[in-house]
């Protein structure tokens, strides 16, 4: 691990309204901090299981490409985006992934959604995407931007179910947009 790789700004404790629909799937949300980061490495290296599968790279090769590139992104979303937050999602005090977003004119951006596959499908994105909602009402925002893998099927029919539509795309990324109302 790089010990000079940066923490995450100071930030004020997130806003979870009484009737967030992260208390119906028993999730809480607190801001990550420094200690949190050998668990957002591993849960950087679990997203990106699947897809090096298939390189020929011996194990500790694989470790260090993927360690390089955990840092590059966590470098870049520390000193990219203007009053972030970085949010780590728990259960009973257990991290199982991080949501990370960001005010922009009048959209509210998720940057980052990213959980242990142990909890997928259970609901917790679902709730996050009510939770997210409700954060973007409180603030006057009129609509919700992410940007999702071409390749992550999964995560493009949960966005598309809650109301999510494209907005554009590249060959990587498609870009989408929830109007709010």
Avoid: K
Avoid at 70 to 98: K, M, W
Avoid at 133 to 147: K, P, V
């Amino acid at each position: 691990m790089n010990l000079a790789l940066p923490g995450f700004p100071l930030s004020p404790p997130p806003v979870v309204a009484a009737t967030s629909p992260l208390h119906a799937c028993g999730v809480t949300l607190r801001c990550a901090e420094a200690a949190d980061l050998t668990f957002l490495r591993a849960l950087y290296h679990q997203s990106r299981h699947a897809e090096l599968a298939a390189v020929p790279w011996p194990p500790p090769s694989r470790q260090v490409f993927l360690d390089s590139q955990f840092e590059l992104q966590h470098r870049h979303y520390v000193s990219h985006y203007r009053q972030p937050e970085f949010l780590i999602v728990t259960r009973n005090d257990a991290a199982l992934g991080r949501l990370y977003l960001h005010t922009e004119n009048d959209a509210l951006c998720i940057v980052d959604i990213l959980l242990l596959d142990t909890v997928r499908g259970q609901g917790v994105g679902t709730a996050l995407l009510g939770h997210v909602q409700q954060l973007a009402h409180l603030r006057g925002c009129h609509r919700i931007q992410l940007s999702v893998l071409r390749d992550n099927t999964a995560a493009q029919r949960l966005y598309h179910r809650l109301g999510f539509i494209q907005s554009s795309a590249d060959d990587s990324r498609i870009s989408m947009c929830l109007p709010l109302s």
